[in-house]
Nanobody, 119 residues
Framework: QVQLVESGGGLVQPGGSLRLSCAAF????????VDWFRQAPGKEREGVSC????????DYAGSVKGRFTISRDNAKNMVFLQMNSLKPEDTAVYYC????????????WGQGTQVTVSS
């Protein structure tokens, strides 16, 4: 059974940092593109970042480019999202996901972790 389990969310002040983690069970992450997406209340799901498995290319939403960094540790079968210079508009539930490539639909995702940016 495939499971993706996110952790690391919480409450942080504007300008602060958080590092989200995602552990995978039942599949080998290095065979897939890995993503983080987010959803805020009343808003549509937004893709945050994708890390390709084939060439290591990374894609970021314009709203987070230069502030967020996606990475993976294949030995630990985990994916990370380092989030710096956080803004109130980054508040959302963050999900990790996998897909064949960064241009294909997601096929697995986790339950999400809440990130709240507020003073």
């Amino acid at each position: 059974q495939v499971q993706l389990v996110e952790s690391g969310g919480g409450l942080v002040q504007p300008g602060g940092s958080l590092r989200l983690s995602c552990a995978a069970f039942g599949l080998t992450l290095d065979r897939y593109a890995v993503d983080w997406f987010r959803q805020a209340p009343g808003k549509e799901r937004e893709g945050v970042s994708c890390l390709s498995s084939s060439d290591g290319r990374t894609d970021y939403a314009g709203s987070v480019k230069g502030r967020f960094t996606i990475s993976r540790d294949n030995a630990k079968n985990m994916v990370f999202l380092q989030m710096n210079s956080l803004k109130p508009e980054d508040t959302a539930v963050y999900y990790c996901a996998t897909r064949g490539s960064c241009s294909e639909p997601y096929h697995y995702w986790g339950q999400g972790t809440q990130v709240t940016v507020s003073s």
